[in-house]
């Protein structure tokens, strides 16, 4: 009789151990990022730094922590030129379904001088890092 429950308690034990791998990991993972990649707006240069994933040529904002998460626009021209940011989009066709982390200067739904800074690829680690910041 002891012998038929041991069995099932490794595979209660194994589930558990499961379960609370895939609530925690995620968490982890965002958490590591972030600070790797040092996220957010950096208060002395007033620069944001945002990581997303490019879907459809359109940057996809992935930071949690930050309130003006989603979709934006991202211009190449500075927030003091006399004309339009949709003028001059960041174009992120080369970086279509790669993780990228991507710099420049917030303001009104846009990121002026706006560039790629780091190209995370679009492999196994991306993929991870995506589903990690999606829960």
């Not at 040529?57 to 927030?79: E, H, K, W």
């Amino acid at each position: 009789m002891e012998q038929e429950r041991r069995p099932m308690r490794h595979l209660v034990l194994s589930l558990g151990a499961v379960a609370v791998i895939l609530l925690v990991m995620p968490g982890l993972i965002r958490w590591g990022m972030y600070r790797t990649l040092d996220l957010g707006t950096d208060q002395a240069t007033d620069v944001t730094r945002l990581l997303g994933h490019v879907v459809s040529g359109q940057f996809v904002d992935l930071n949690p922590f930050s309130s003006l998460s989603g979709r934006r626009g991202m211009t190449t021209i500075a927030m003091q030129e006399a004309r339009p940011p949709s003028s001059a989009p960041l174009d992120l066709t080369a970086y279509e379904g790669h993780l990228v982390t991507v710099t420049g200067r917030d303001s009104s739904g846009w990121l002026y001088q706006a560039s790629v800074e780091r190209d995370l690829g679009d492999g196994l680690a991306a993929s991870i890092a995506i589903w990690a910041w999606q829960r």
